[in-house]
T-cell receptor
Framework: GAGVSQTPSNKVTEKGKYVELRCDPI?????LYWYRQSLGQGPEFLIY????????DSGLPNDRFFAVRPEGSVSTLKIQRTERGDSAVYLC??????????????FGEGSRLTVL | AQSVSQHNHHVILSEAASLELGCNYS??????LFWYVQYPGQHLQLLLK??????LVKGIKGFEAEFIKSKFSFNLRKPSVQWSDTAEYFC????????????FGAGTQVVVTP
């Protein structure tokens, strides 16, 4: 597709379970970002990939959260031992090398995670 | 501590009225500034940005914003709104050496009535 694709769009899980959220960025975009948006708040930075490597993971809240991008395209955000406080919309965004000039991140529609 | 503050959480106005949304930030060092918009049922998209140069920047759909460095502000304006401007608006800042690492405000829900 033409935009950033995120799956699943909705995920309901039980406390303590493991969850994976997938992001398929715009083709050719080298930079990929994960953000988390809690109810009534703006998005909060989690992690940034440039190619395959995590260039900045300073926003990951704790070691239950992990993200990979093994081939420099699709990324997976992994959450272990989910807690109710992890409930949020997880947003993925990508940008091209030209993004440093355009300043534009292209966001997906998000994966809404609900932890019961 | 770094922060981005949006003055209003909810704004209701009539078509053709003027809109101004306030944004103030607290951030060490030089910053890039952004306004993003999320229309109902859609994803976040860039409205406009300031990196450097002319502090008055123009974006899509007739929006503009002014960076006032002395006030740490980046207010968004539109002279005459339309019903289609109903959306949530987010102000964001980033460090100049990591432009995509955005810190967002809490957002302002704008409702334009016909």
């Amino acid at each position: 597709g033409a935009g950033v694709s995120q799956t699943p769009s909705n995920k309901v899980t039980e406390k303590g379970k493991y969850v994976e959220l997938r992001c398929d960025p715009i083709s050719g975009h080298t930079a990929l970002y994960w953000y988390r948006q809690s109810l009534g708040q703006g998005p909060e930075f989690l992690i940034y990939f440039q190619g395959t490597g995590a260039a900045d993971d300073s926003g990951l809240p704790n070691d239950r959260f992990f993200a990979v991008r093994p081939e420099g395209s699709v990324s997976t955000l992994k959450i272990q031992r989910t807690e109710r406080g992890d409930s949020a919309v997880y947003l993925c965004a990508s940008s091209s090398l030209a993004g440093a000039n355009t300043g534009e991140l292209f966001f997906g529609e998000g994966s809404r995670l609900t932890v019961l | 501590a770094q922060s981005v503050s949006q003055h209003n959480h909810h704004v209701i106005l009539s078509e053709a009225a003027s809109l101004e949304l306030g944004c103030n930030y607290s951030y060490g060092g030089t910053v890039n500034l952004f306004w993003y918009v999320q229309y109902p049922g859609q994803h976040l998209q860039l409205l406009l940005k300031y990196f450097s140069g002319d502090p008055l920047v123009k974006g899509i759909k007739g929006f503009e914003a002014e960076f006032i460095k002395s006030k740490f502000s980046f207010n968004l304006r539109k002279p005459s709104v339309q019903w289609s401007d109903t959306a949530e608006y987010f102000c964001a800042v980033s460090p100049t050496d990591s432009w995509g690492k955005l810190q967002f405000g809490a957002g302002t829900q704008v409702v334009v009535t016909p």
